[in-house]
């Protein structure tokens, strides 16, 4: 009886698809759209497939995924720039400028001394 016990656990837990075969002890499995792997939840958090340090917050979009600090960086749509770089989107795509040197008009980012 106790053999077929055994066998019957060995049996549910290869069945039953758990963390423990994909991310170590501890940590929990992260899947999303924007990609997959393990977390610990006491030092990070996951947002559909981003891993990002618990003082982080998630940066999702169009153009691309990141963790950003809002107290040093800022996000639009993906796009991750660090303060005082402001986001810049337009038809030439997206970047990131310095709005005391530069200024953005339709995604084209062009310096005021005429460079």
Do not use: F
């Not at 060995?10 to 759209?33: I, M, Y």
């Not at 981003?50 to 809002?70: H, M, S, V």
């Amino acid at each position: 009886m106790r053999t077929l016990s055994l066998l019957w656990l060995l049996l549910l837990v290869q069945v039953t698809p758990g963390a423990s075969d994909e991310c170590p002890l501890g940590a929990s499995p992260c899947r999303g759209r924007h990609g997959a792997g393990c977390y610990n939840p006491a030092y990070a958090a996951c947002h559909d497939g981003l891993i990002c340090a618990n003082a982080l917050l998630p940066c999702l979009g169009r153009y691309g995924t990141g963790c950003y600090n809002a107290g040093y960086a800022a996000c639009h749509d993906g796009l991750v720039c660090s303060l005082p770089l402001q986001p810049c989107i337009g038809a030439q795509g997206a970047r990131c400028y310095d709005p005391g040197r530069a200024t953005c008009a339709a995604g084209q980012v062009k310096g005021r001394s005429g460079r």
